[in-house]
C-alpha cells in the first residue's frame, strides 16, 4: 500500500515521503480499514514537528483522524459489528495518512451515509472538542457570556453556531478583518479583531463592566493572554491549543483575587476517562449537531495522497478558510 512516512521530525513539507508498505493486519479487539479521506489539522502538523503531546515513534505516518471502510475485523463482537461500515477513524497509532489502516474497533464510529467523504474526514476531532468543552467541562448555562480566540477556525466557527443553539452569548476574537463578516454569516453577534484596540477593554465595554465568566484559548501567547485578563471574578479560561508558540502571561493577584482559573484541555486525555455510555451519548449529540449543520468543516482544498507536500504546505499557511483534506480513495 502507499502509505506517507516520515523517519525524522522537521518542517512536515521537507520530511514526509510517499511509500510502498505492507498493508497492516488487525488484532483481536482490532479493525483494518481502507481510507478514504484525511483532515491535515493543527495537530498533525505539530506531531510531524515533534511538538505534540504524542511522540511519534519513527519512522510514523501522520494523521490523527478521517474516514474510511472497514474491510477486516481482527476479532471481537465490535469488530464484527464495524465491518463493511463506512466509519470515522481516530488513530494516535498507526496512521491514518495511508491507503490502509488499523486502529481499535472501539475508535471508528459509523458516520451518516448523507455526509460526503470530505466532511466526514472531520468527524470527530473538532465537533467532539465542540461539544465537550461548552457542554462537558465549562457548561456554559444558557444567557451567559462565552470569549473565545481563534474563532474564525474551522472549530470557532462550530462553536458560533453551537453557542448560538444553546443560547449562549459568544464574543468571539480573529486575527483578520475579513472574518468578522464571515463569522456574522454562522450567526456571530460580536467579533473583534485583536488589532484594533485592548481586549480586555472591549469585553468589559460589550459585558457591562464584568468580563466573562467562561473563555477557550487554542492560541497562547498575547491572544490568550488577553482572553485570560478579560475573565471576570469567578472565570474560567480553557487554554487548549497552541497556535501562536507562544506562552502565556498571566498576573498572579489578577486570578487570587479574582478566584479566576486557568486549565488546560486535551481531548485525548478527557475521552481516556469516559465510560463506554458518555463517549456513545456524545458521538449521538455529535450525529445530531452534523445533521442541522451546526458541526459542519469548509473544505479549503483536496489533495491525492502522492501531494502531500504541498497539502501540508497549504494547511500551514493563513487566511485558508476551511480544512485541507487528503484524497485517499473512494468508496
Ligand atoms: N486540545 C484539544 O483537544 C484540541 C482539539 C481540537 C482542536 N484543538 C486546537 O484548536 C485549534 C483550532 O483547530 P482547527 O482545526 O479549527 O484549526 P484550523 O481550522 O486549521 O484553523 C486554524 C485557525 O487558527 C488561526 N491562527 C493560526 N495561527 C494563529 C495565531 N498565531 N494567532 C491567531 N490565530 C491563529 C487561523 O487564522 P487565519 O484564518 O487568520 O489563518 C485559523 O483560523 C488548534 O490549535 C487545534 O490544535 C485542540
Known sequence: MRAVVFDRCGQPADVLNVRDLPVPTPGHGEVMVRMLASPINPSDLMYIQGQYGIAPQLPATPGF??????????GGL??????????????????????????????VIPVPDAISDEAAASFFVNPVTAVVLIDHVLQVPRGEWLLQSAAGSALGIMIVRLAKRRGIRCINIVRRREQVAELSGHGAEFTLVESAGSIPD???????????KFAIDPVGGQTGSN????LAHGGRAISFGTLSGQPLTVEPRFLIAGARSVEGFWLGE?????????MLRTFREVRTLYRDGVVATDVAATYALEDVAKAVTHAAKPAKNGKVILRIGTR
Not at 472591549?202 to 466573562?212: C, F, L, M, P, Y
Not at 482572553?227 to 478579560?230: D, E, F, L, R, Y
Request: hydrophobic share 40%.
Open 65 to 74: 483522524e478521517g474516514v474510511g471502510i472497514v474491510e477486516k475485523s481482527g
Open 78 to 107: 465490535l469488530g464484527w459489528l464495524r465491518n463493511g461500515k463506512r466509519v470515522a477513524v481516530i488513530n494516535d497509532r498507526n496512521g491514518n495518512w495511508a491507503e490502509y489502516t488499523v486502529t481499535a474497533a472501539r475508535k
Open 202 to 212: 472591549r469585553v468589559k465595554e460589550i459585558t457591562g463592566g464584568n468580563g466573562v
Open 227 to 230: 482572553v485570560i485578563a478579560s
Open 270 to 278: 478527557w475521552a481516556k476517562n469516559q465510560s463506554i455510555p458518555r
